[in-house]
């Protein structure tokens, strides 16, 4: 299901991956993570001011058009401020300004209240998490971030149209060939209900693919604590490999279609917030979108099952 070009440089291997279904592609090179450059994370801790913080979090988010804001467990949720999206929620996640660490209920309840903010919206849906400043975060405060709109973004808009094209031609869903082989691989992490494997053809460093049973927001309601148990394992699998920082994002068709495609969330760790804000995205992944990846999906699975 993609095809991989190995040459070896005077320094090492590099290998050219492809996707395809998609025609996406990567250059992963695991000599480039000598260059040293992770370091530990390094970021303020001054919760003065947070919007985010419980003694702010009335006064300074707006309420949805009825005048209330979603509440479930300790998340918030409520309208973004400037939204890029037709339909665009915030859901802070916790009280903490600063969490050491997730439980399984923030990550369910913060994932109910995103889903509930986006139901009445009959579009396209995305979840999104991008956690700490060097993975896009304008607020250290951990929160989720709900998109809707009319056409999906390019991403799963690939998916859906090339996997509707493969169900027309093969009588058979990609993701359901997909997840049998990646099975059978050597980049299968775990899961049942949900198939968690490191991504073949990574979008970002250390990407995790989780693929769901379902197609659309309004069907992913009794998997929602499986998705946030696994987003949880995941998490835990990039804090042991010494990285804290990451982007997720969960994408669905719109509702009331059953194309061949299936939702699927994509976790990518990212390079922890630094004094030098040296960053992990330079022109391959901004200007010729085919990102440059240190860590073999084989190695990332492998050390999964170390830990």
């Known amino acids: 299901m993609f095809t991989v070009t190995e040459i070896e440089t005077a320094h090492g291997r590099l290998q050219y991956r492809t996707e395809k279904l998609t025609g996406i592609r990567c250059r992963i090179s695991p000599e480039r993570i000598k260059r040293g450059i992770e370091m530990e994370p390094s970021y303020p801790q001054n919760r003065e001011g947070c919007p985010f913080c419980p003694e702010n979090i009335l006064q300074e988010t707006p309420p949805f058009r009825d005048g209330n804001r979603i509440c479930i467990g300790e998340s918030v949720t409520f309208p973004n401020l400037y939204p890029y999206a037709e339909r665009h929620t915030v859901t802070v996640i916790t009280r903490e300004h600063s969490p050491a660490d997730f439980s399984l209920r923030h990550l369910t309840d913060a994932l109910k209240a995103q889903t509930e903010s986006l139901a009445d919206y009959r579009g396209y849906h995305s979840i999104n998490w991008n956690y700490l400043p060097s993975a896009g975060a304008s607020l250290l405060h951990p929160h989720f971030q709900g998109l809707a709109d009319k056409t999906p973004s390019r991403l799963p808009g690939c998916y859906i149209h090339a996997s509707q094209k493969y169900l027309e031609e093969k009588g058979r869903r990609y993701s359901d060939d997909f997840c049998e082989r990646e099975r059978q691989s050597g980049r299968f992490l775990f899961g049942d209900e949900i198939t968690w494997v490191a991504n073949p053809v990574p979008l970002g460093e250390r990407e995790v693919r989780g693929i769901l049973p379902v197609s659309s927001l309004d069907e992913a309601g009794p ?85």
């Open 223 to 307: 998997f929602i604590g499986v998705l946030a148990e696994g987003l949880l394992r995941i998490i835990h699998l990039y804090r042991d490999l010494g990285t804290f920082s990451f982007n997720f994002s969960l994408f669905f068709a719109k509702p009331g279609i059953k194309p061949g495609y299936r939702a699927f969330c994509s976790v990518i760790s990212r390079i922890n917030p630094n004094p030098a804000s040296i960053s992990d995205t330079a022109f391959m992944e901004r200007l010729h979108h085919e990102p440059v990846i240190m860590t073999l999906p084989e190695d990332l699975a492998a050390a999964y099952g170390d830990i």
